[in-house]
């Protein structure tokens, strides 16, 4: 036995893997000792390009241009590939990249409502048999009963609100406000019962104004609307913050 090295190189290499039609970058681990024409039929399940119309480049872990991949018959290991190299995959038919990720170039299938209602497979089907969601009558009644039930109830703490009063707004999440209730009624930017208050500090969204209509005015960011609930009424002097004089 002589006293010369032995150099034992790793059967496998980890390399980074990319293409001129997508912009996404994957990573595998590539046997050393396959030869390049297997490589390309391995890579079109993973870049989604037809082996006999791929061109390899090599490019080192620093992303420098080392040499071309072009012989078949030539071992993987053959080349200077390294951990973290990568191999770019080049598309000769032309295609761009990201071609195929647009779906705005694919037609849309569409199926008519009526023979939909007809498939026994659906979602929709299931939904029925197992009255699931909005079929069944029983929950969406019972549901529908609740939401008349609370409507009443905003209606009739509305009814004890008037413009003008001095109020505390106690909203879940957001901390408590004092003001005054400049607006009691229904709204068009959404259906029910609100009262729009004018706050003591900038708590607010706008100035009474919304999506274009002036329900009552008050300085920018002053301005709120909450539902009646949300609304007490009563003895609620504004802060004076220590101002007044000494």
Known sequence: MDGGLTVVTNPTVNVRLTSTIS?????????????????KGKLEMVVGVAASGMDLELFSVSDDFLQKMDDNEALLGSFPVDDDCRIHVIDK????????????????????????????????????????????????AKKKAELAALEEKQ??????????????????????????????????FKSGYWVGVKYDEPQGKHNGTVEGKQYFECENKYGGFVKPLSVTVGDFPEEDFGLDEM
């Open 155 to 188: 209606k009739a703490a509305a009814d004890a609100i008037s413009a003008g009063n001095r109020c505390q707004v106690q909203v879940p999440g957001q901390p408590t406000k004092l003001g005054t209730v400049m607006y009691v009624g229904t709204a068009e």
């Open 93 to 140: 038919s032309g295609s761009q990249m990201g071609e195929f990720d647009d779906v705005s170039k694919v037609e849309k299938f569409e199926l008519p409502d009526e023979a939909y209602e007809k498939r026994t497979d659906s979602a929709r089907s299931f939904m029925k048999k197992n009255r699931v969601g909005h079929f069944n009558e029983e929950e969406k």
């Open 23 to 39: 912009s996404f970058e994957s990573k595998r681990r590539l046997n050393r000792g396959i030869a390049i024409a297997e490589l």
